[in-house]
């Protein structure tokens, strides 16, 4: 599975983006996604994730309510939609691929190059 990251910009501060991960392969619909982000200085961190379905979502605290994450099998895309946009979450977002639901990064068999998000007034 290939993945491919896009959505990314500059924003101010309450405003909107919504990232897209384009999957290559037939099989994405067989795999788990998540939404990670690294800021600078820090360690990649669990943002969101989704079951092979589309069934069951999972978010960090600081997100809940704010993103959504959503994918379309038939398109092989997952997304995250992000709403009131912080300056705290400002990083790279990275798409990965698994076969289960977890919350480290070094579980997940694929990545996407990552998407840069910035949140600044």
């Known amino acids: 599975v290939q993945l491919q990251a896009s959505g990314g910009g500059l924003v101010q501060p309450g405003e909107s983006l919504r990232l897209s991960c384009a999957a290559s392969g037939r099989t994405f619909s067989s795999y788990a996604m998540a939404w990670f982000r690294q800021a600078p200085g820090k360690e990649r961190e669990f943002v969101a994730a989704?079951?092979?379905?589309?069934?069951?979502?999972y978010y960090t605290d600081s997100v809940e309510g704010r993103f959504t994450i959503s994918r379309d099998n038939a398109k092989n895309t997952v997304y995250l939609q992000m709403n009131s946009l912080k300056p705290e979450d400002t990083a790279v977002y990275y798409c990965?691929?698994?076969?289960?639901?977890?919350?480290?990064?070094?579980?997940?068999?694929?990545w996407g190059q990552g998407t840069q998000v910035t949140v600044s007034s």
């Open positions: 990965g691929a698994s076969r289960g639901i977890y919350y480290r990064p070094n579980e997940y068999d694929y």
């Open positions: 989704i079951s092979w379905s589309g069934g069951s979502t």
